[in-house]
Each structure stands twice: as C-alpha cells, then as structure tokens.
C-alpha cells in the first residue's frame, strides 16, 4: 500500500507527523492492505484565523483494488486525534464494503426482490 501525506500550509508536516501518519495506517487498515492499492492523507486546519479553539481536518482517501476510491474525514483539536478517527473510521468502512463484496448474500438465501 503506498501511502502518501499531504498537509496545508498551517501544519507542519515534520518528518515524525508522516512517520506517525505512515504507522496508524498501515496499524489501522493492515488487514486489508493486499486489497488497498494507495492512501491519501490530508491535514489541515479548519479555522486558523478564528479566535475559537482549533480544529484540525484528516480527510482519508483510499483506493481499494477494482473498487471506487473512498473517503472518510474526522475533526478533532489534535494531530493523532485526527488521523486516529479518520483511520478507524475508514476500517469500518472498508469492513462493511468488503463483506458486502466477498459475502453479499449467501446461496439459497432469501430475497427481497420480487420474481417476475
């Protein structure tokens, strides 16, 4: 899985935030890395010039194999927050498209779509 890191002009994007960033991805979407071709991660700060607390974005994009790009975002007040929510937030949804994918409906199993 190649795994890239972006972030706005208000985050720093150090070398330990891409390292961080890089371990809770593969940490959190492991599991299914043989079906994830590529991860997006975008950091950045909602509101740098108001006077409320601030709150960083992770807009996590990932491209599973033969399968529409997905998206998640999750806000928090901290980096690791962030990209923590927006991982396990992903994980749940490439949970569910993937047992929709590989188990959809078992053989013999009724329907709730009418014969013709």
Not at 58 to 84: F, I, N
Not at 100 to 114: F, I, K
Request: charged share 30%; hydrophobic share 40%; proline share 3%.
């Amino acid at each position: 899985m190649d795994i890239q890191v972006r972030t706005d002009h208000h985050v720093r994007g150090k070398d330990e935030l891409i390292s961080f960033v890089t371990y809770e991805v593969l940490a959190g979407l492991g599991p299914f890395e043989h079906r994830v071709t590529t991860a997006h991660v975008h950091l950045s700060l909602e509101n740098a010039a108001a006077r409320e607390p601030k709150a960083l974005r992770c807009l996590l994009e990932v491209r599973p194999s033969g399968h529409a790009p997905l998206a998640v975002m999750h806000r928090a007040t901290t980096k690791d927050d962030a990209v923590r929510g927006a991982v396990s937030d992903m994980r749940g949804v490439l949970e569910r498209i993937f047992a929709r994918l590989d188990g959809g409906r078992r053989r013999g199993a009724a329907t709730v779509r009418r014969t013709a």
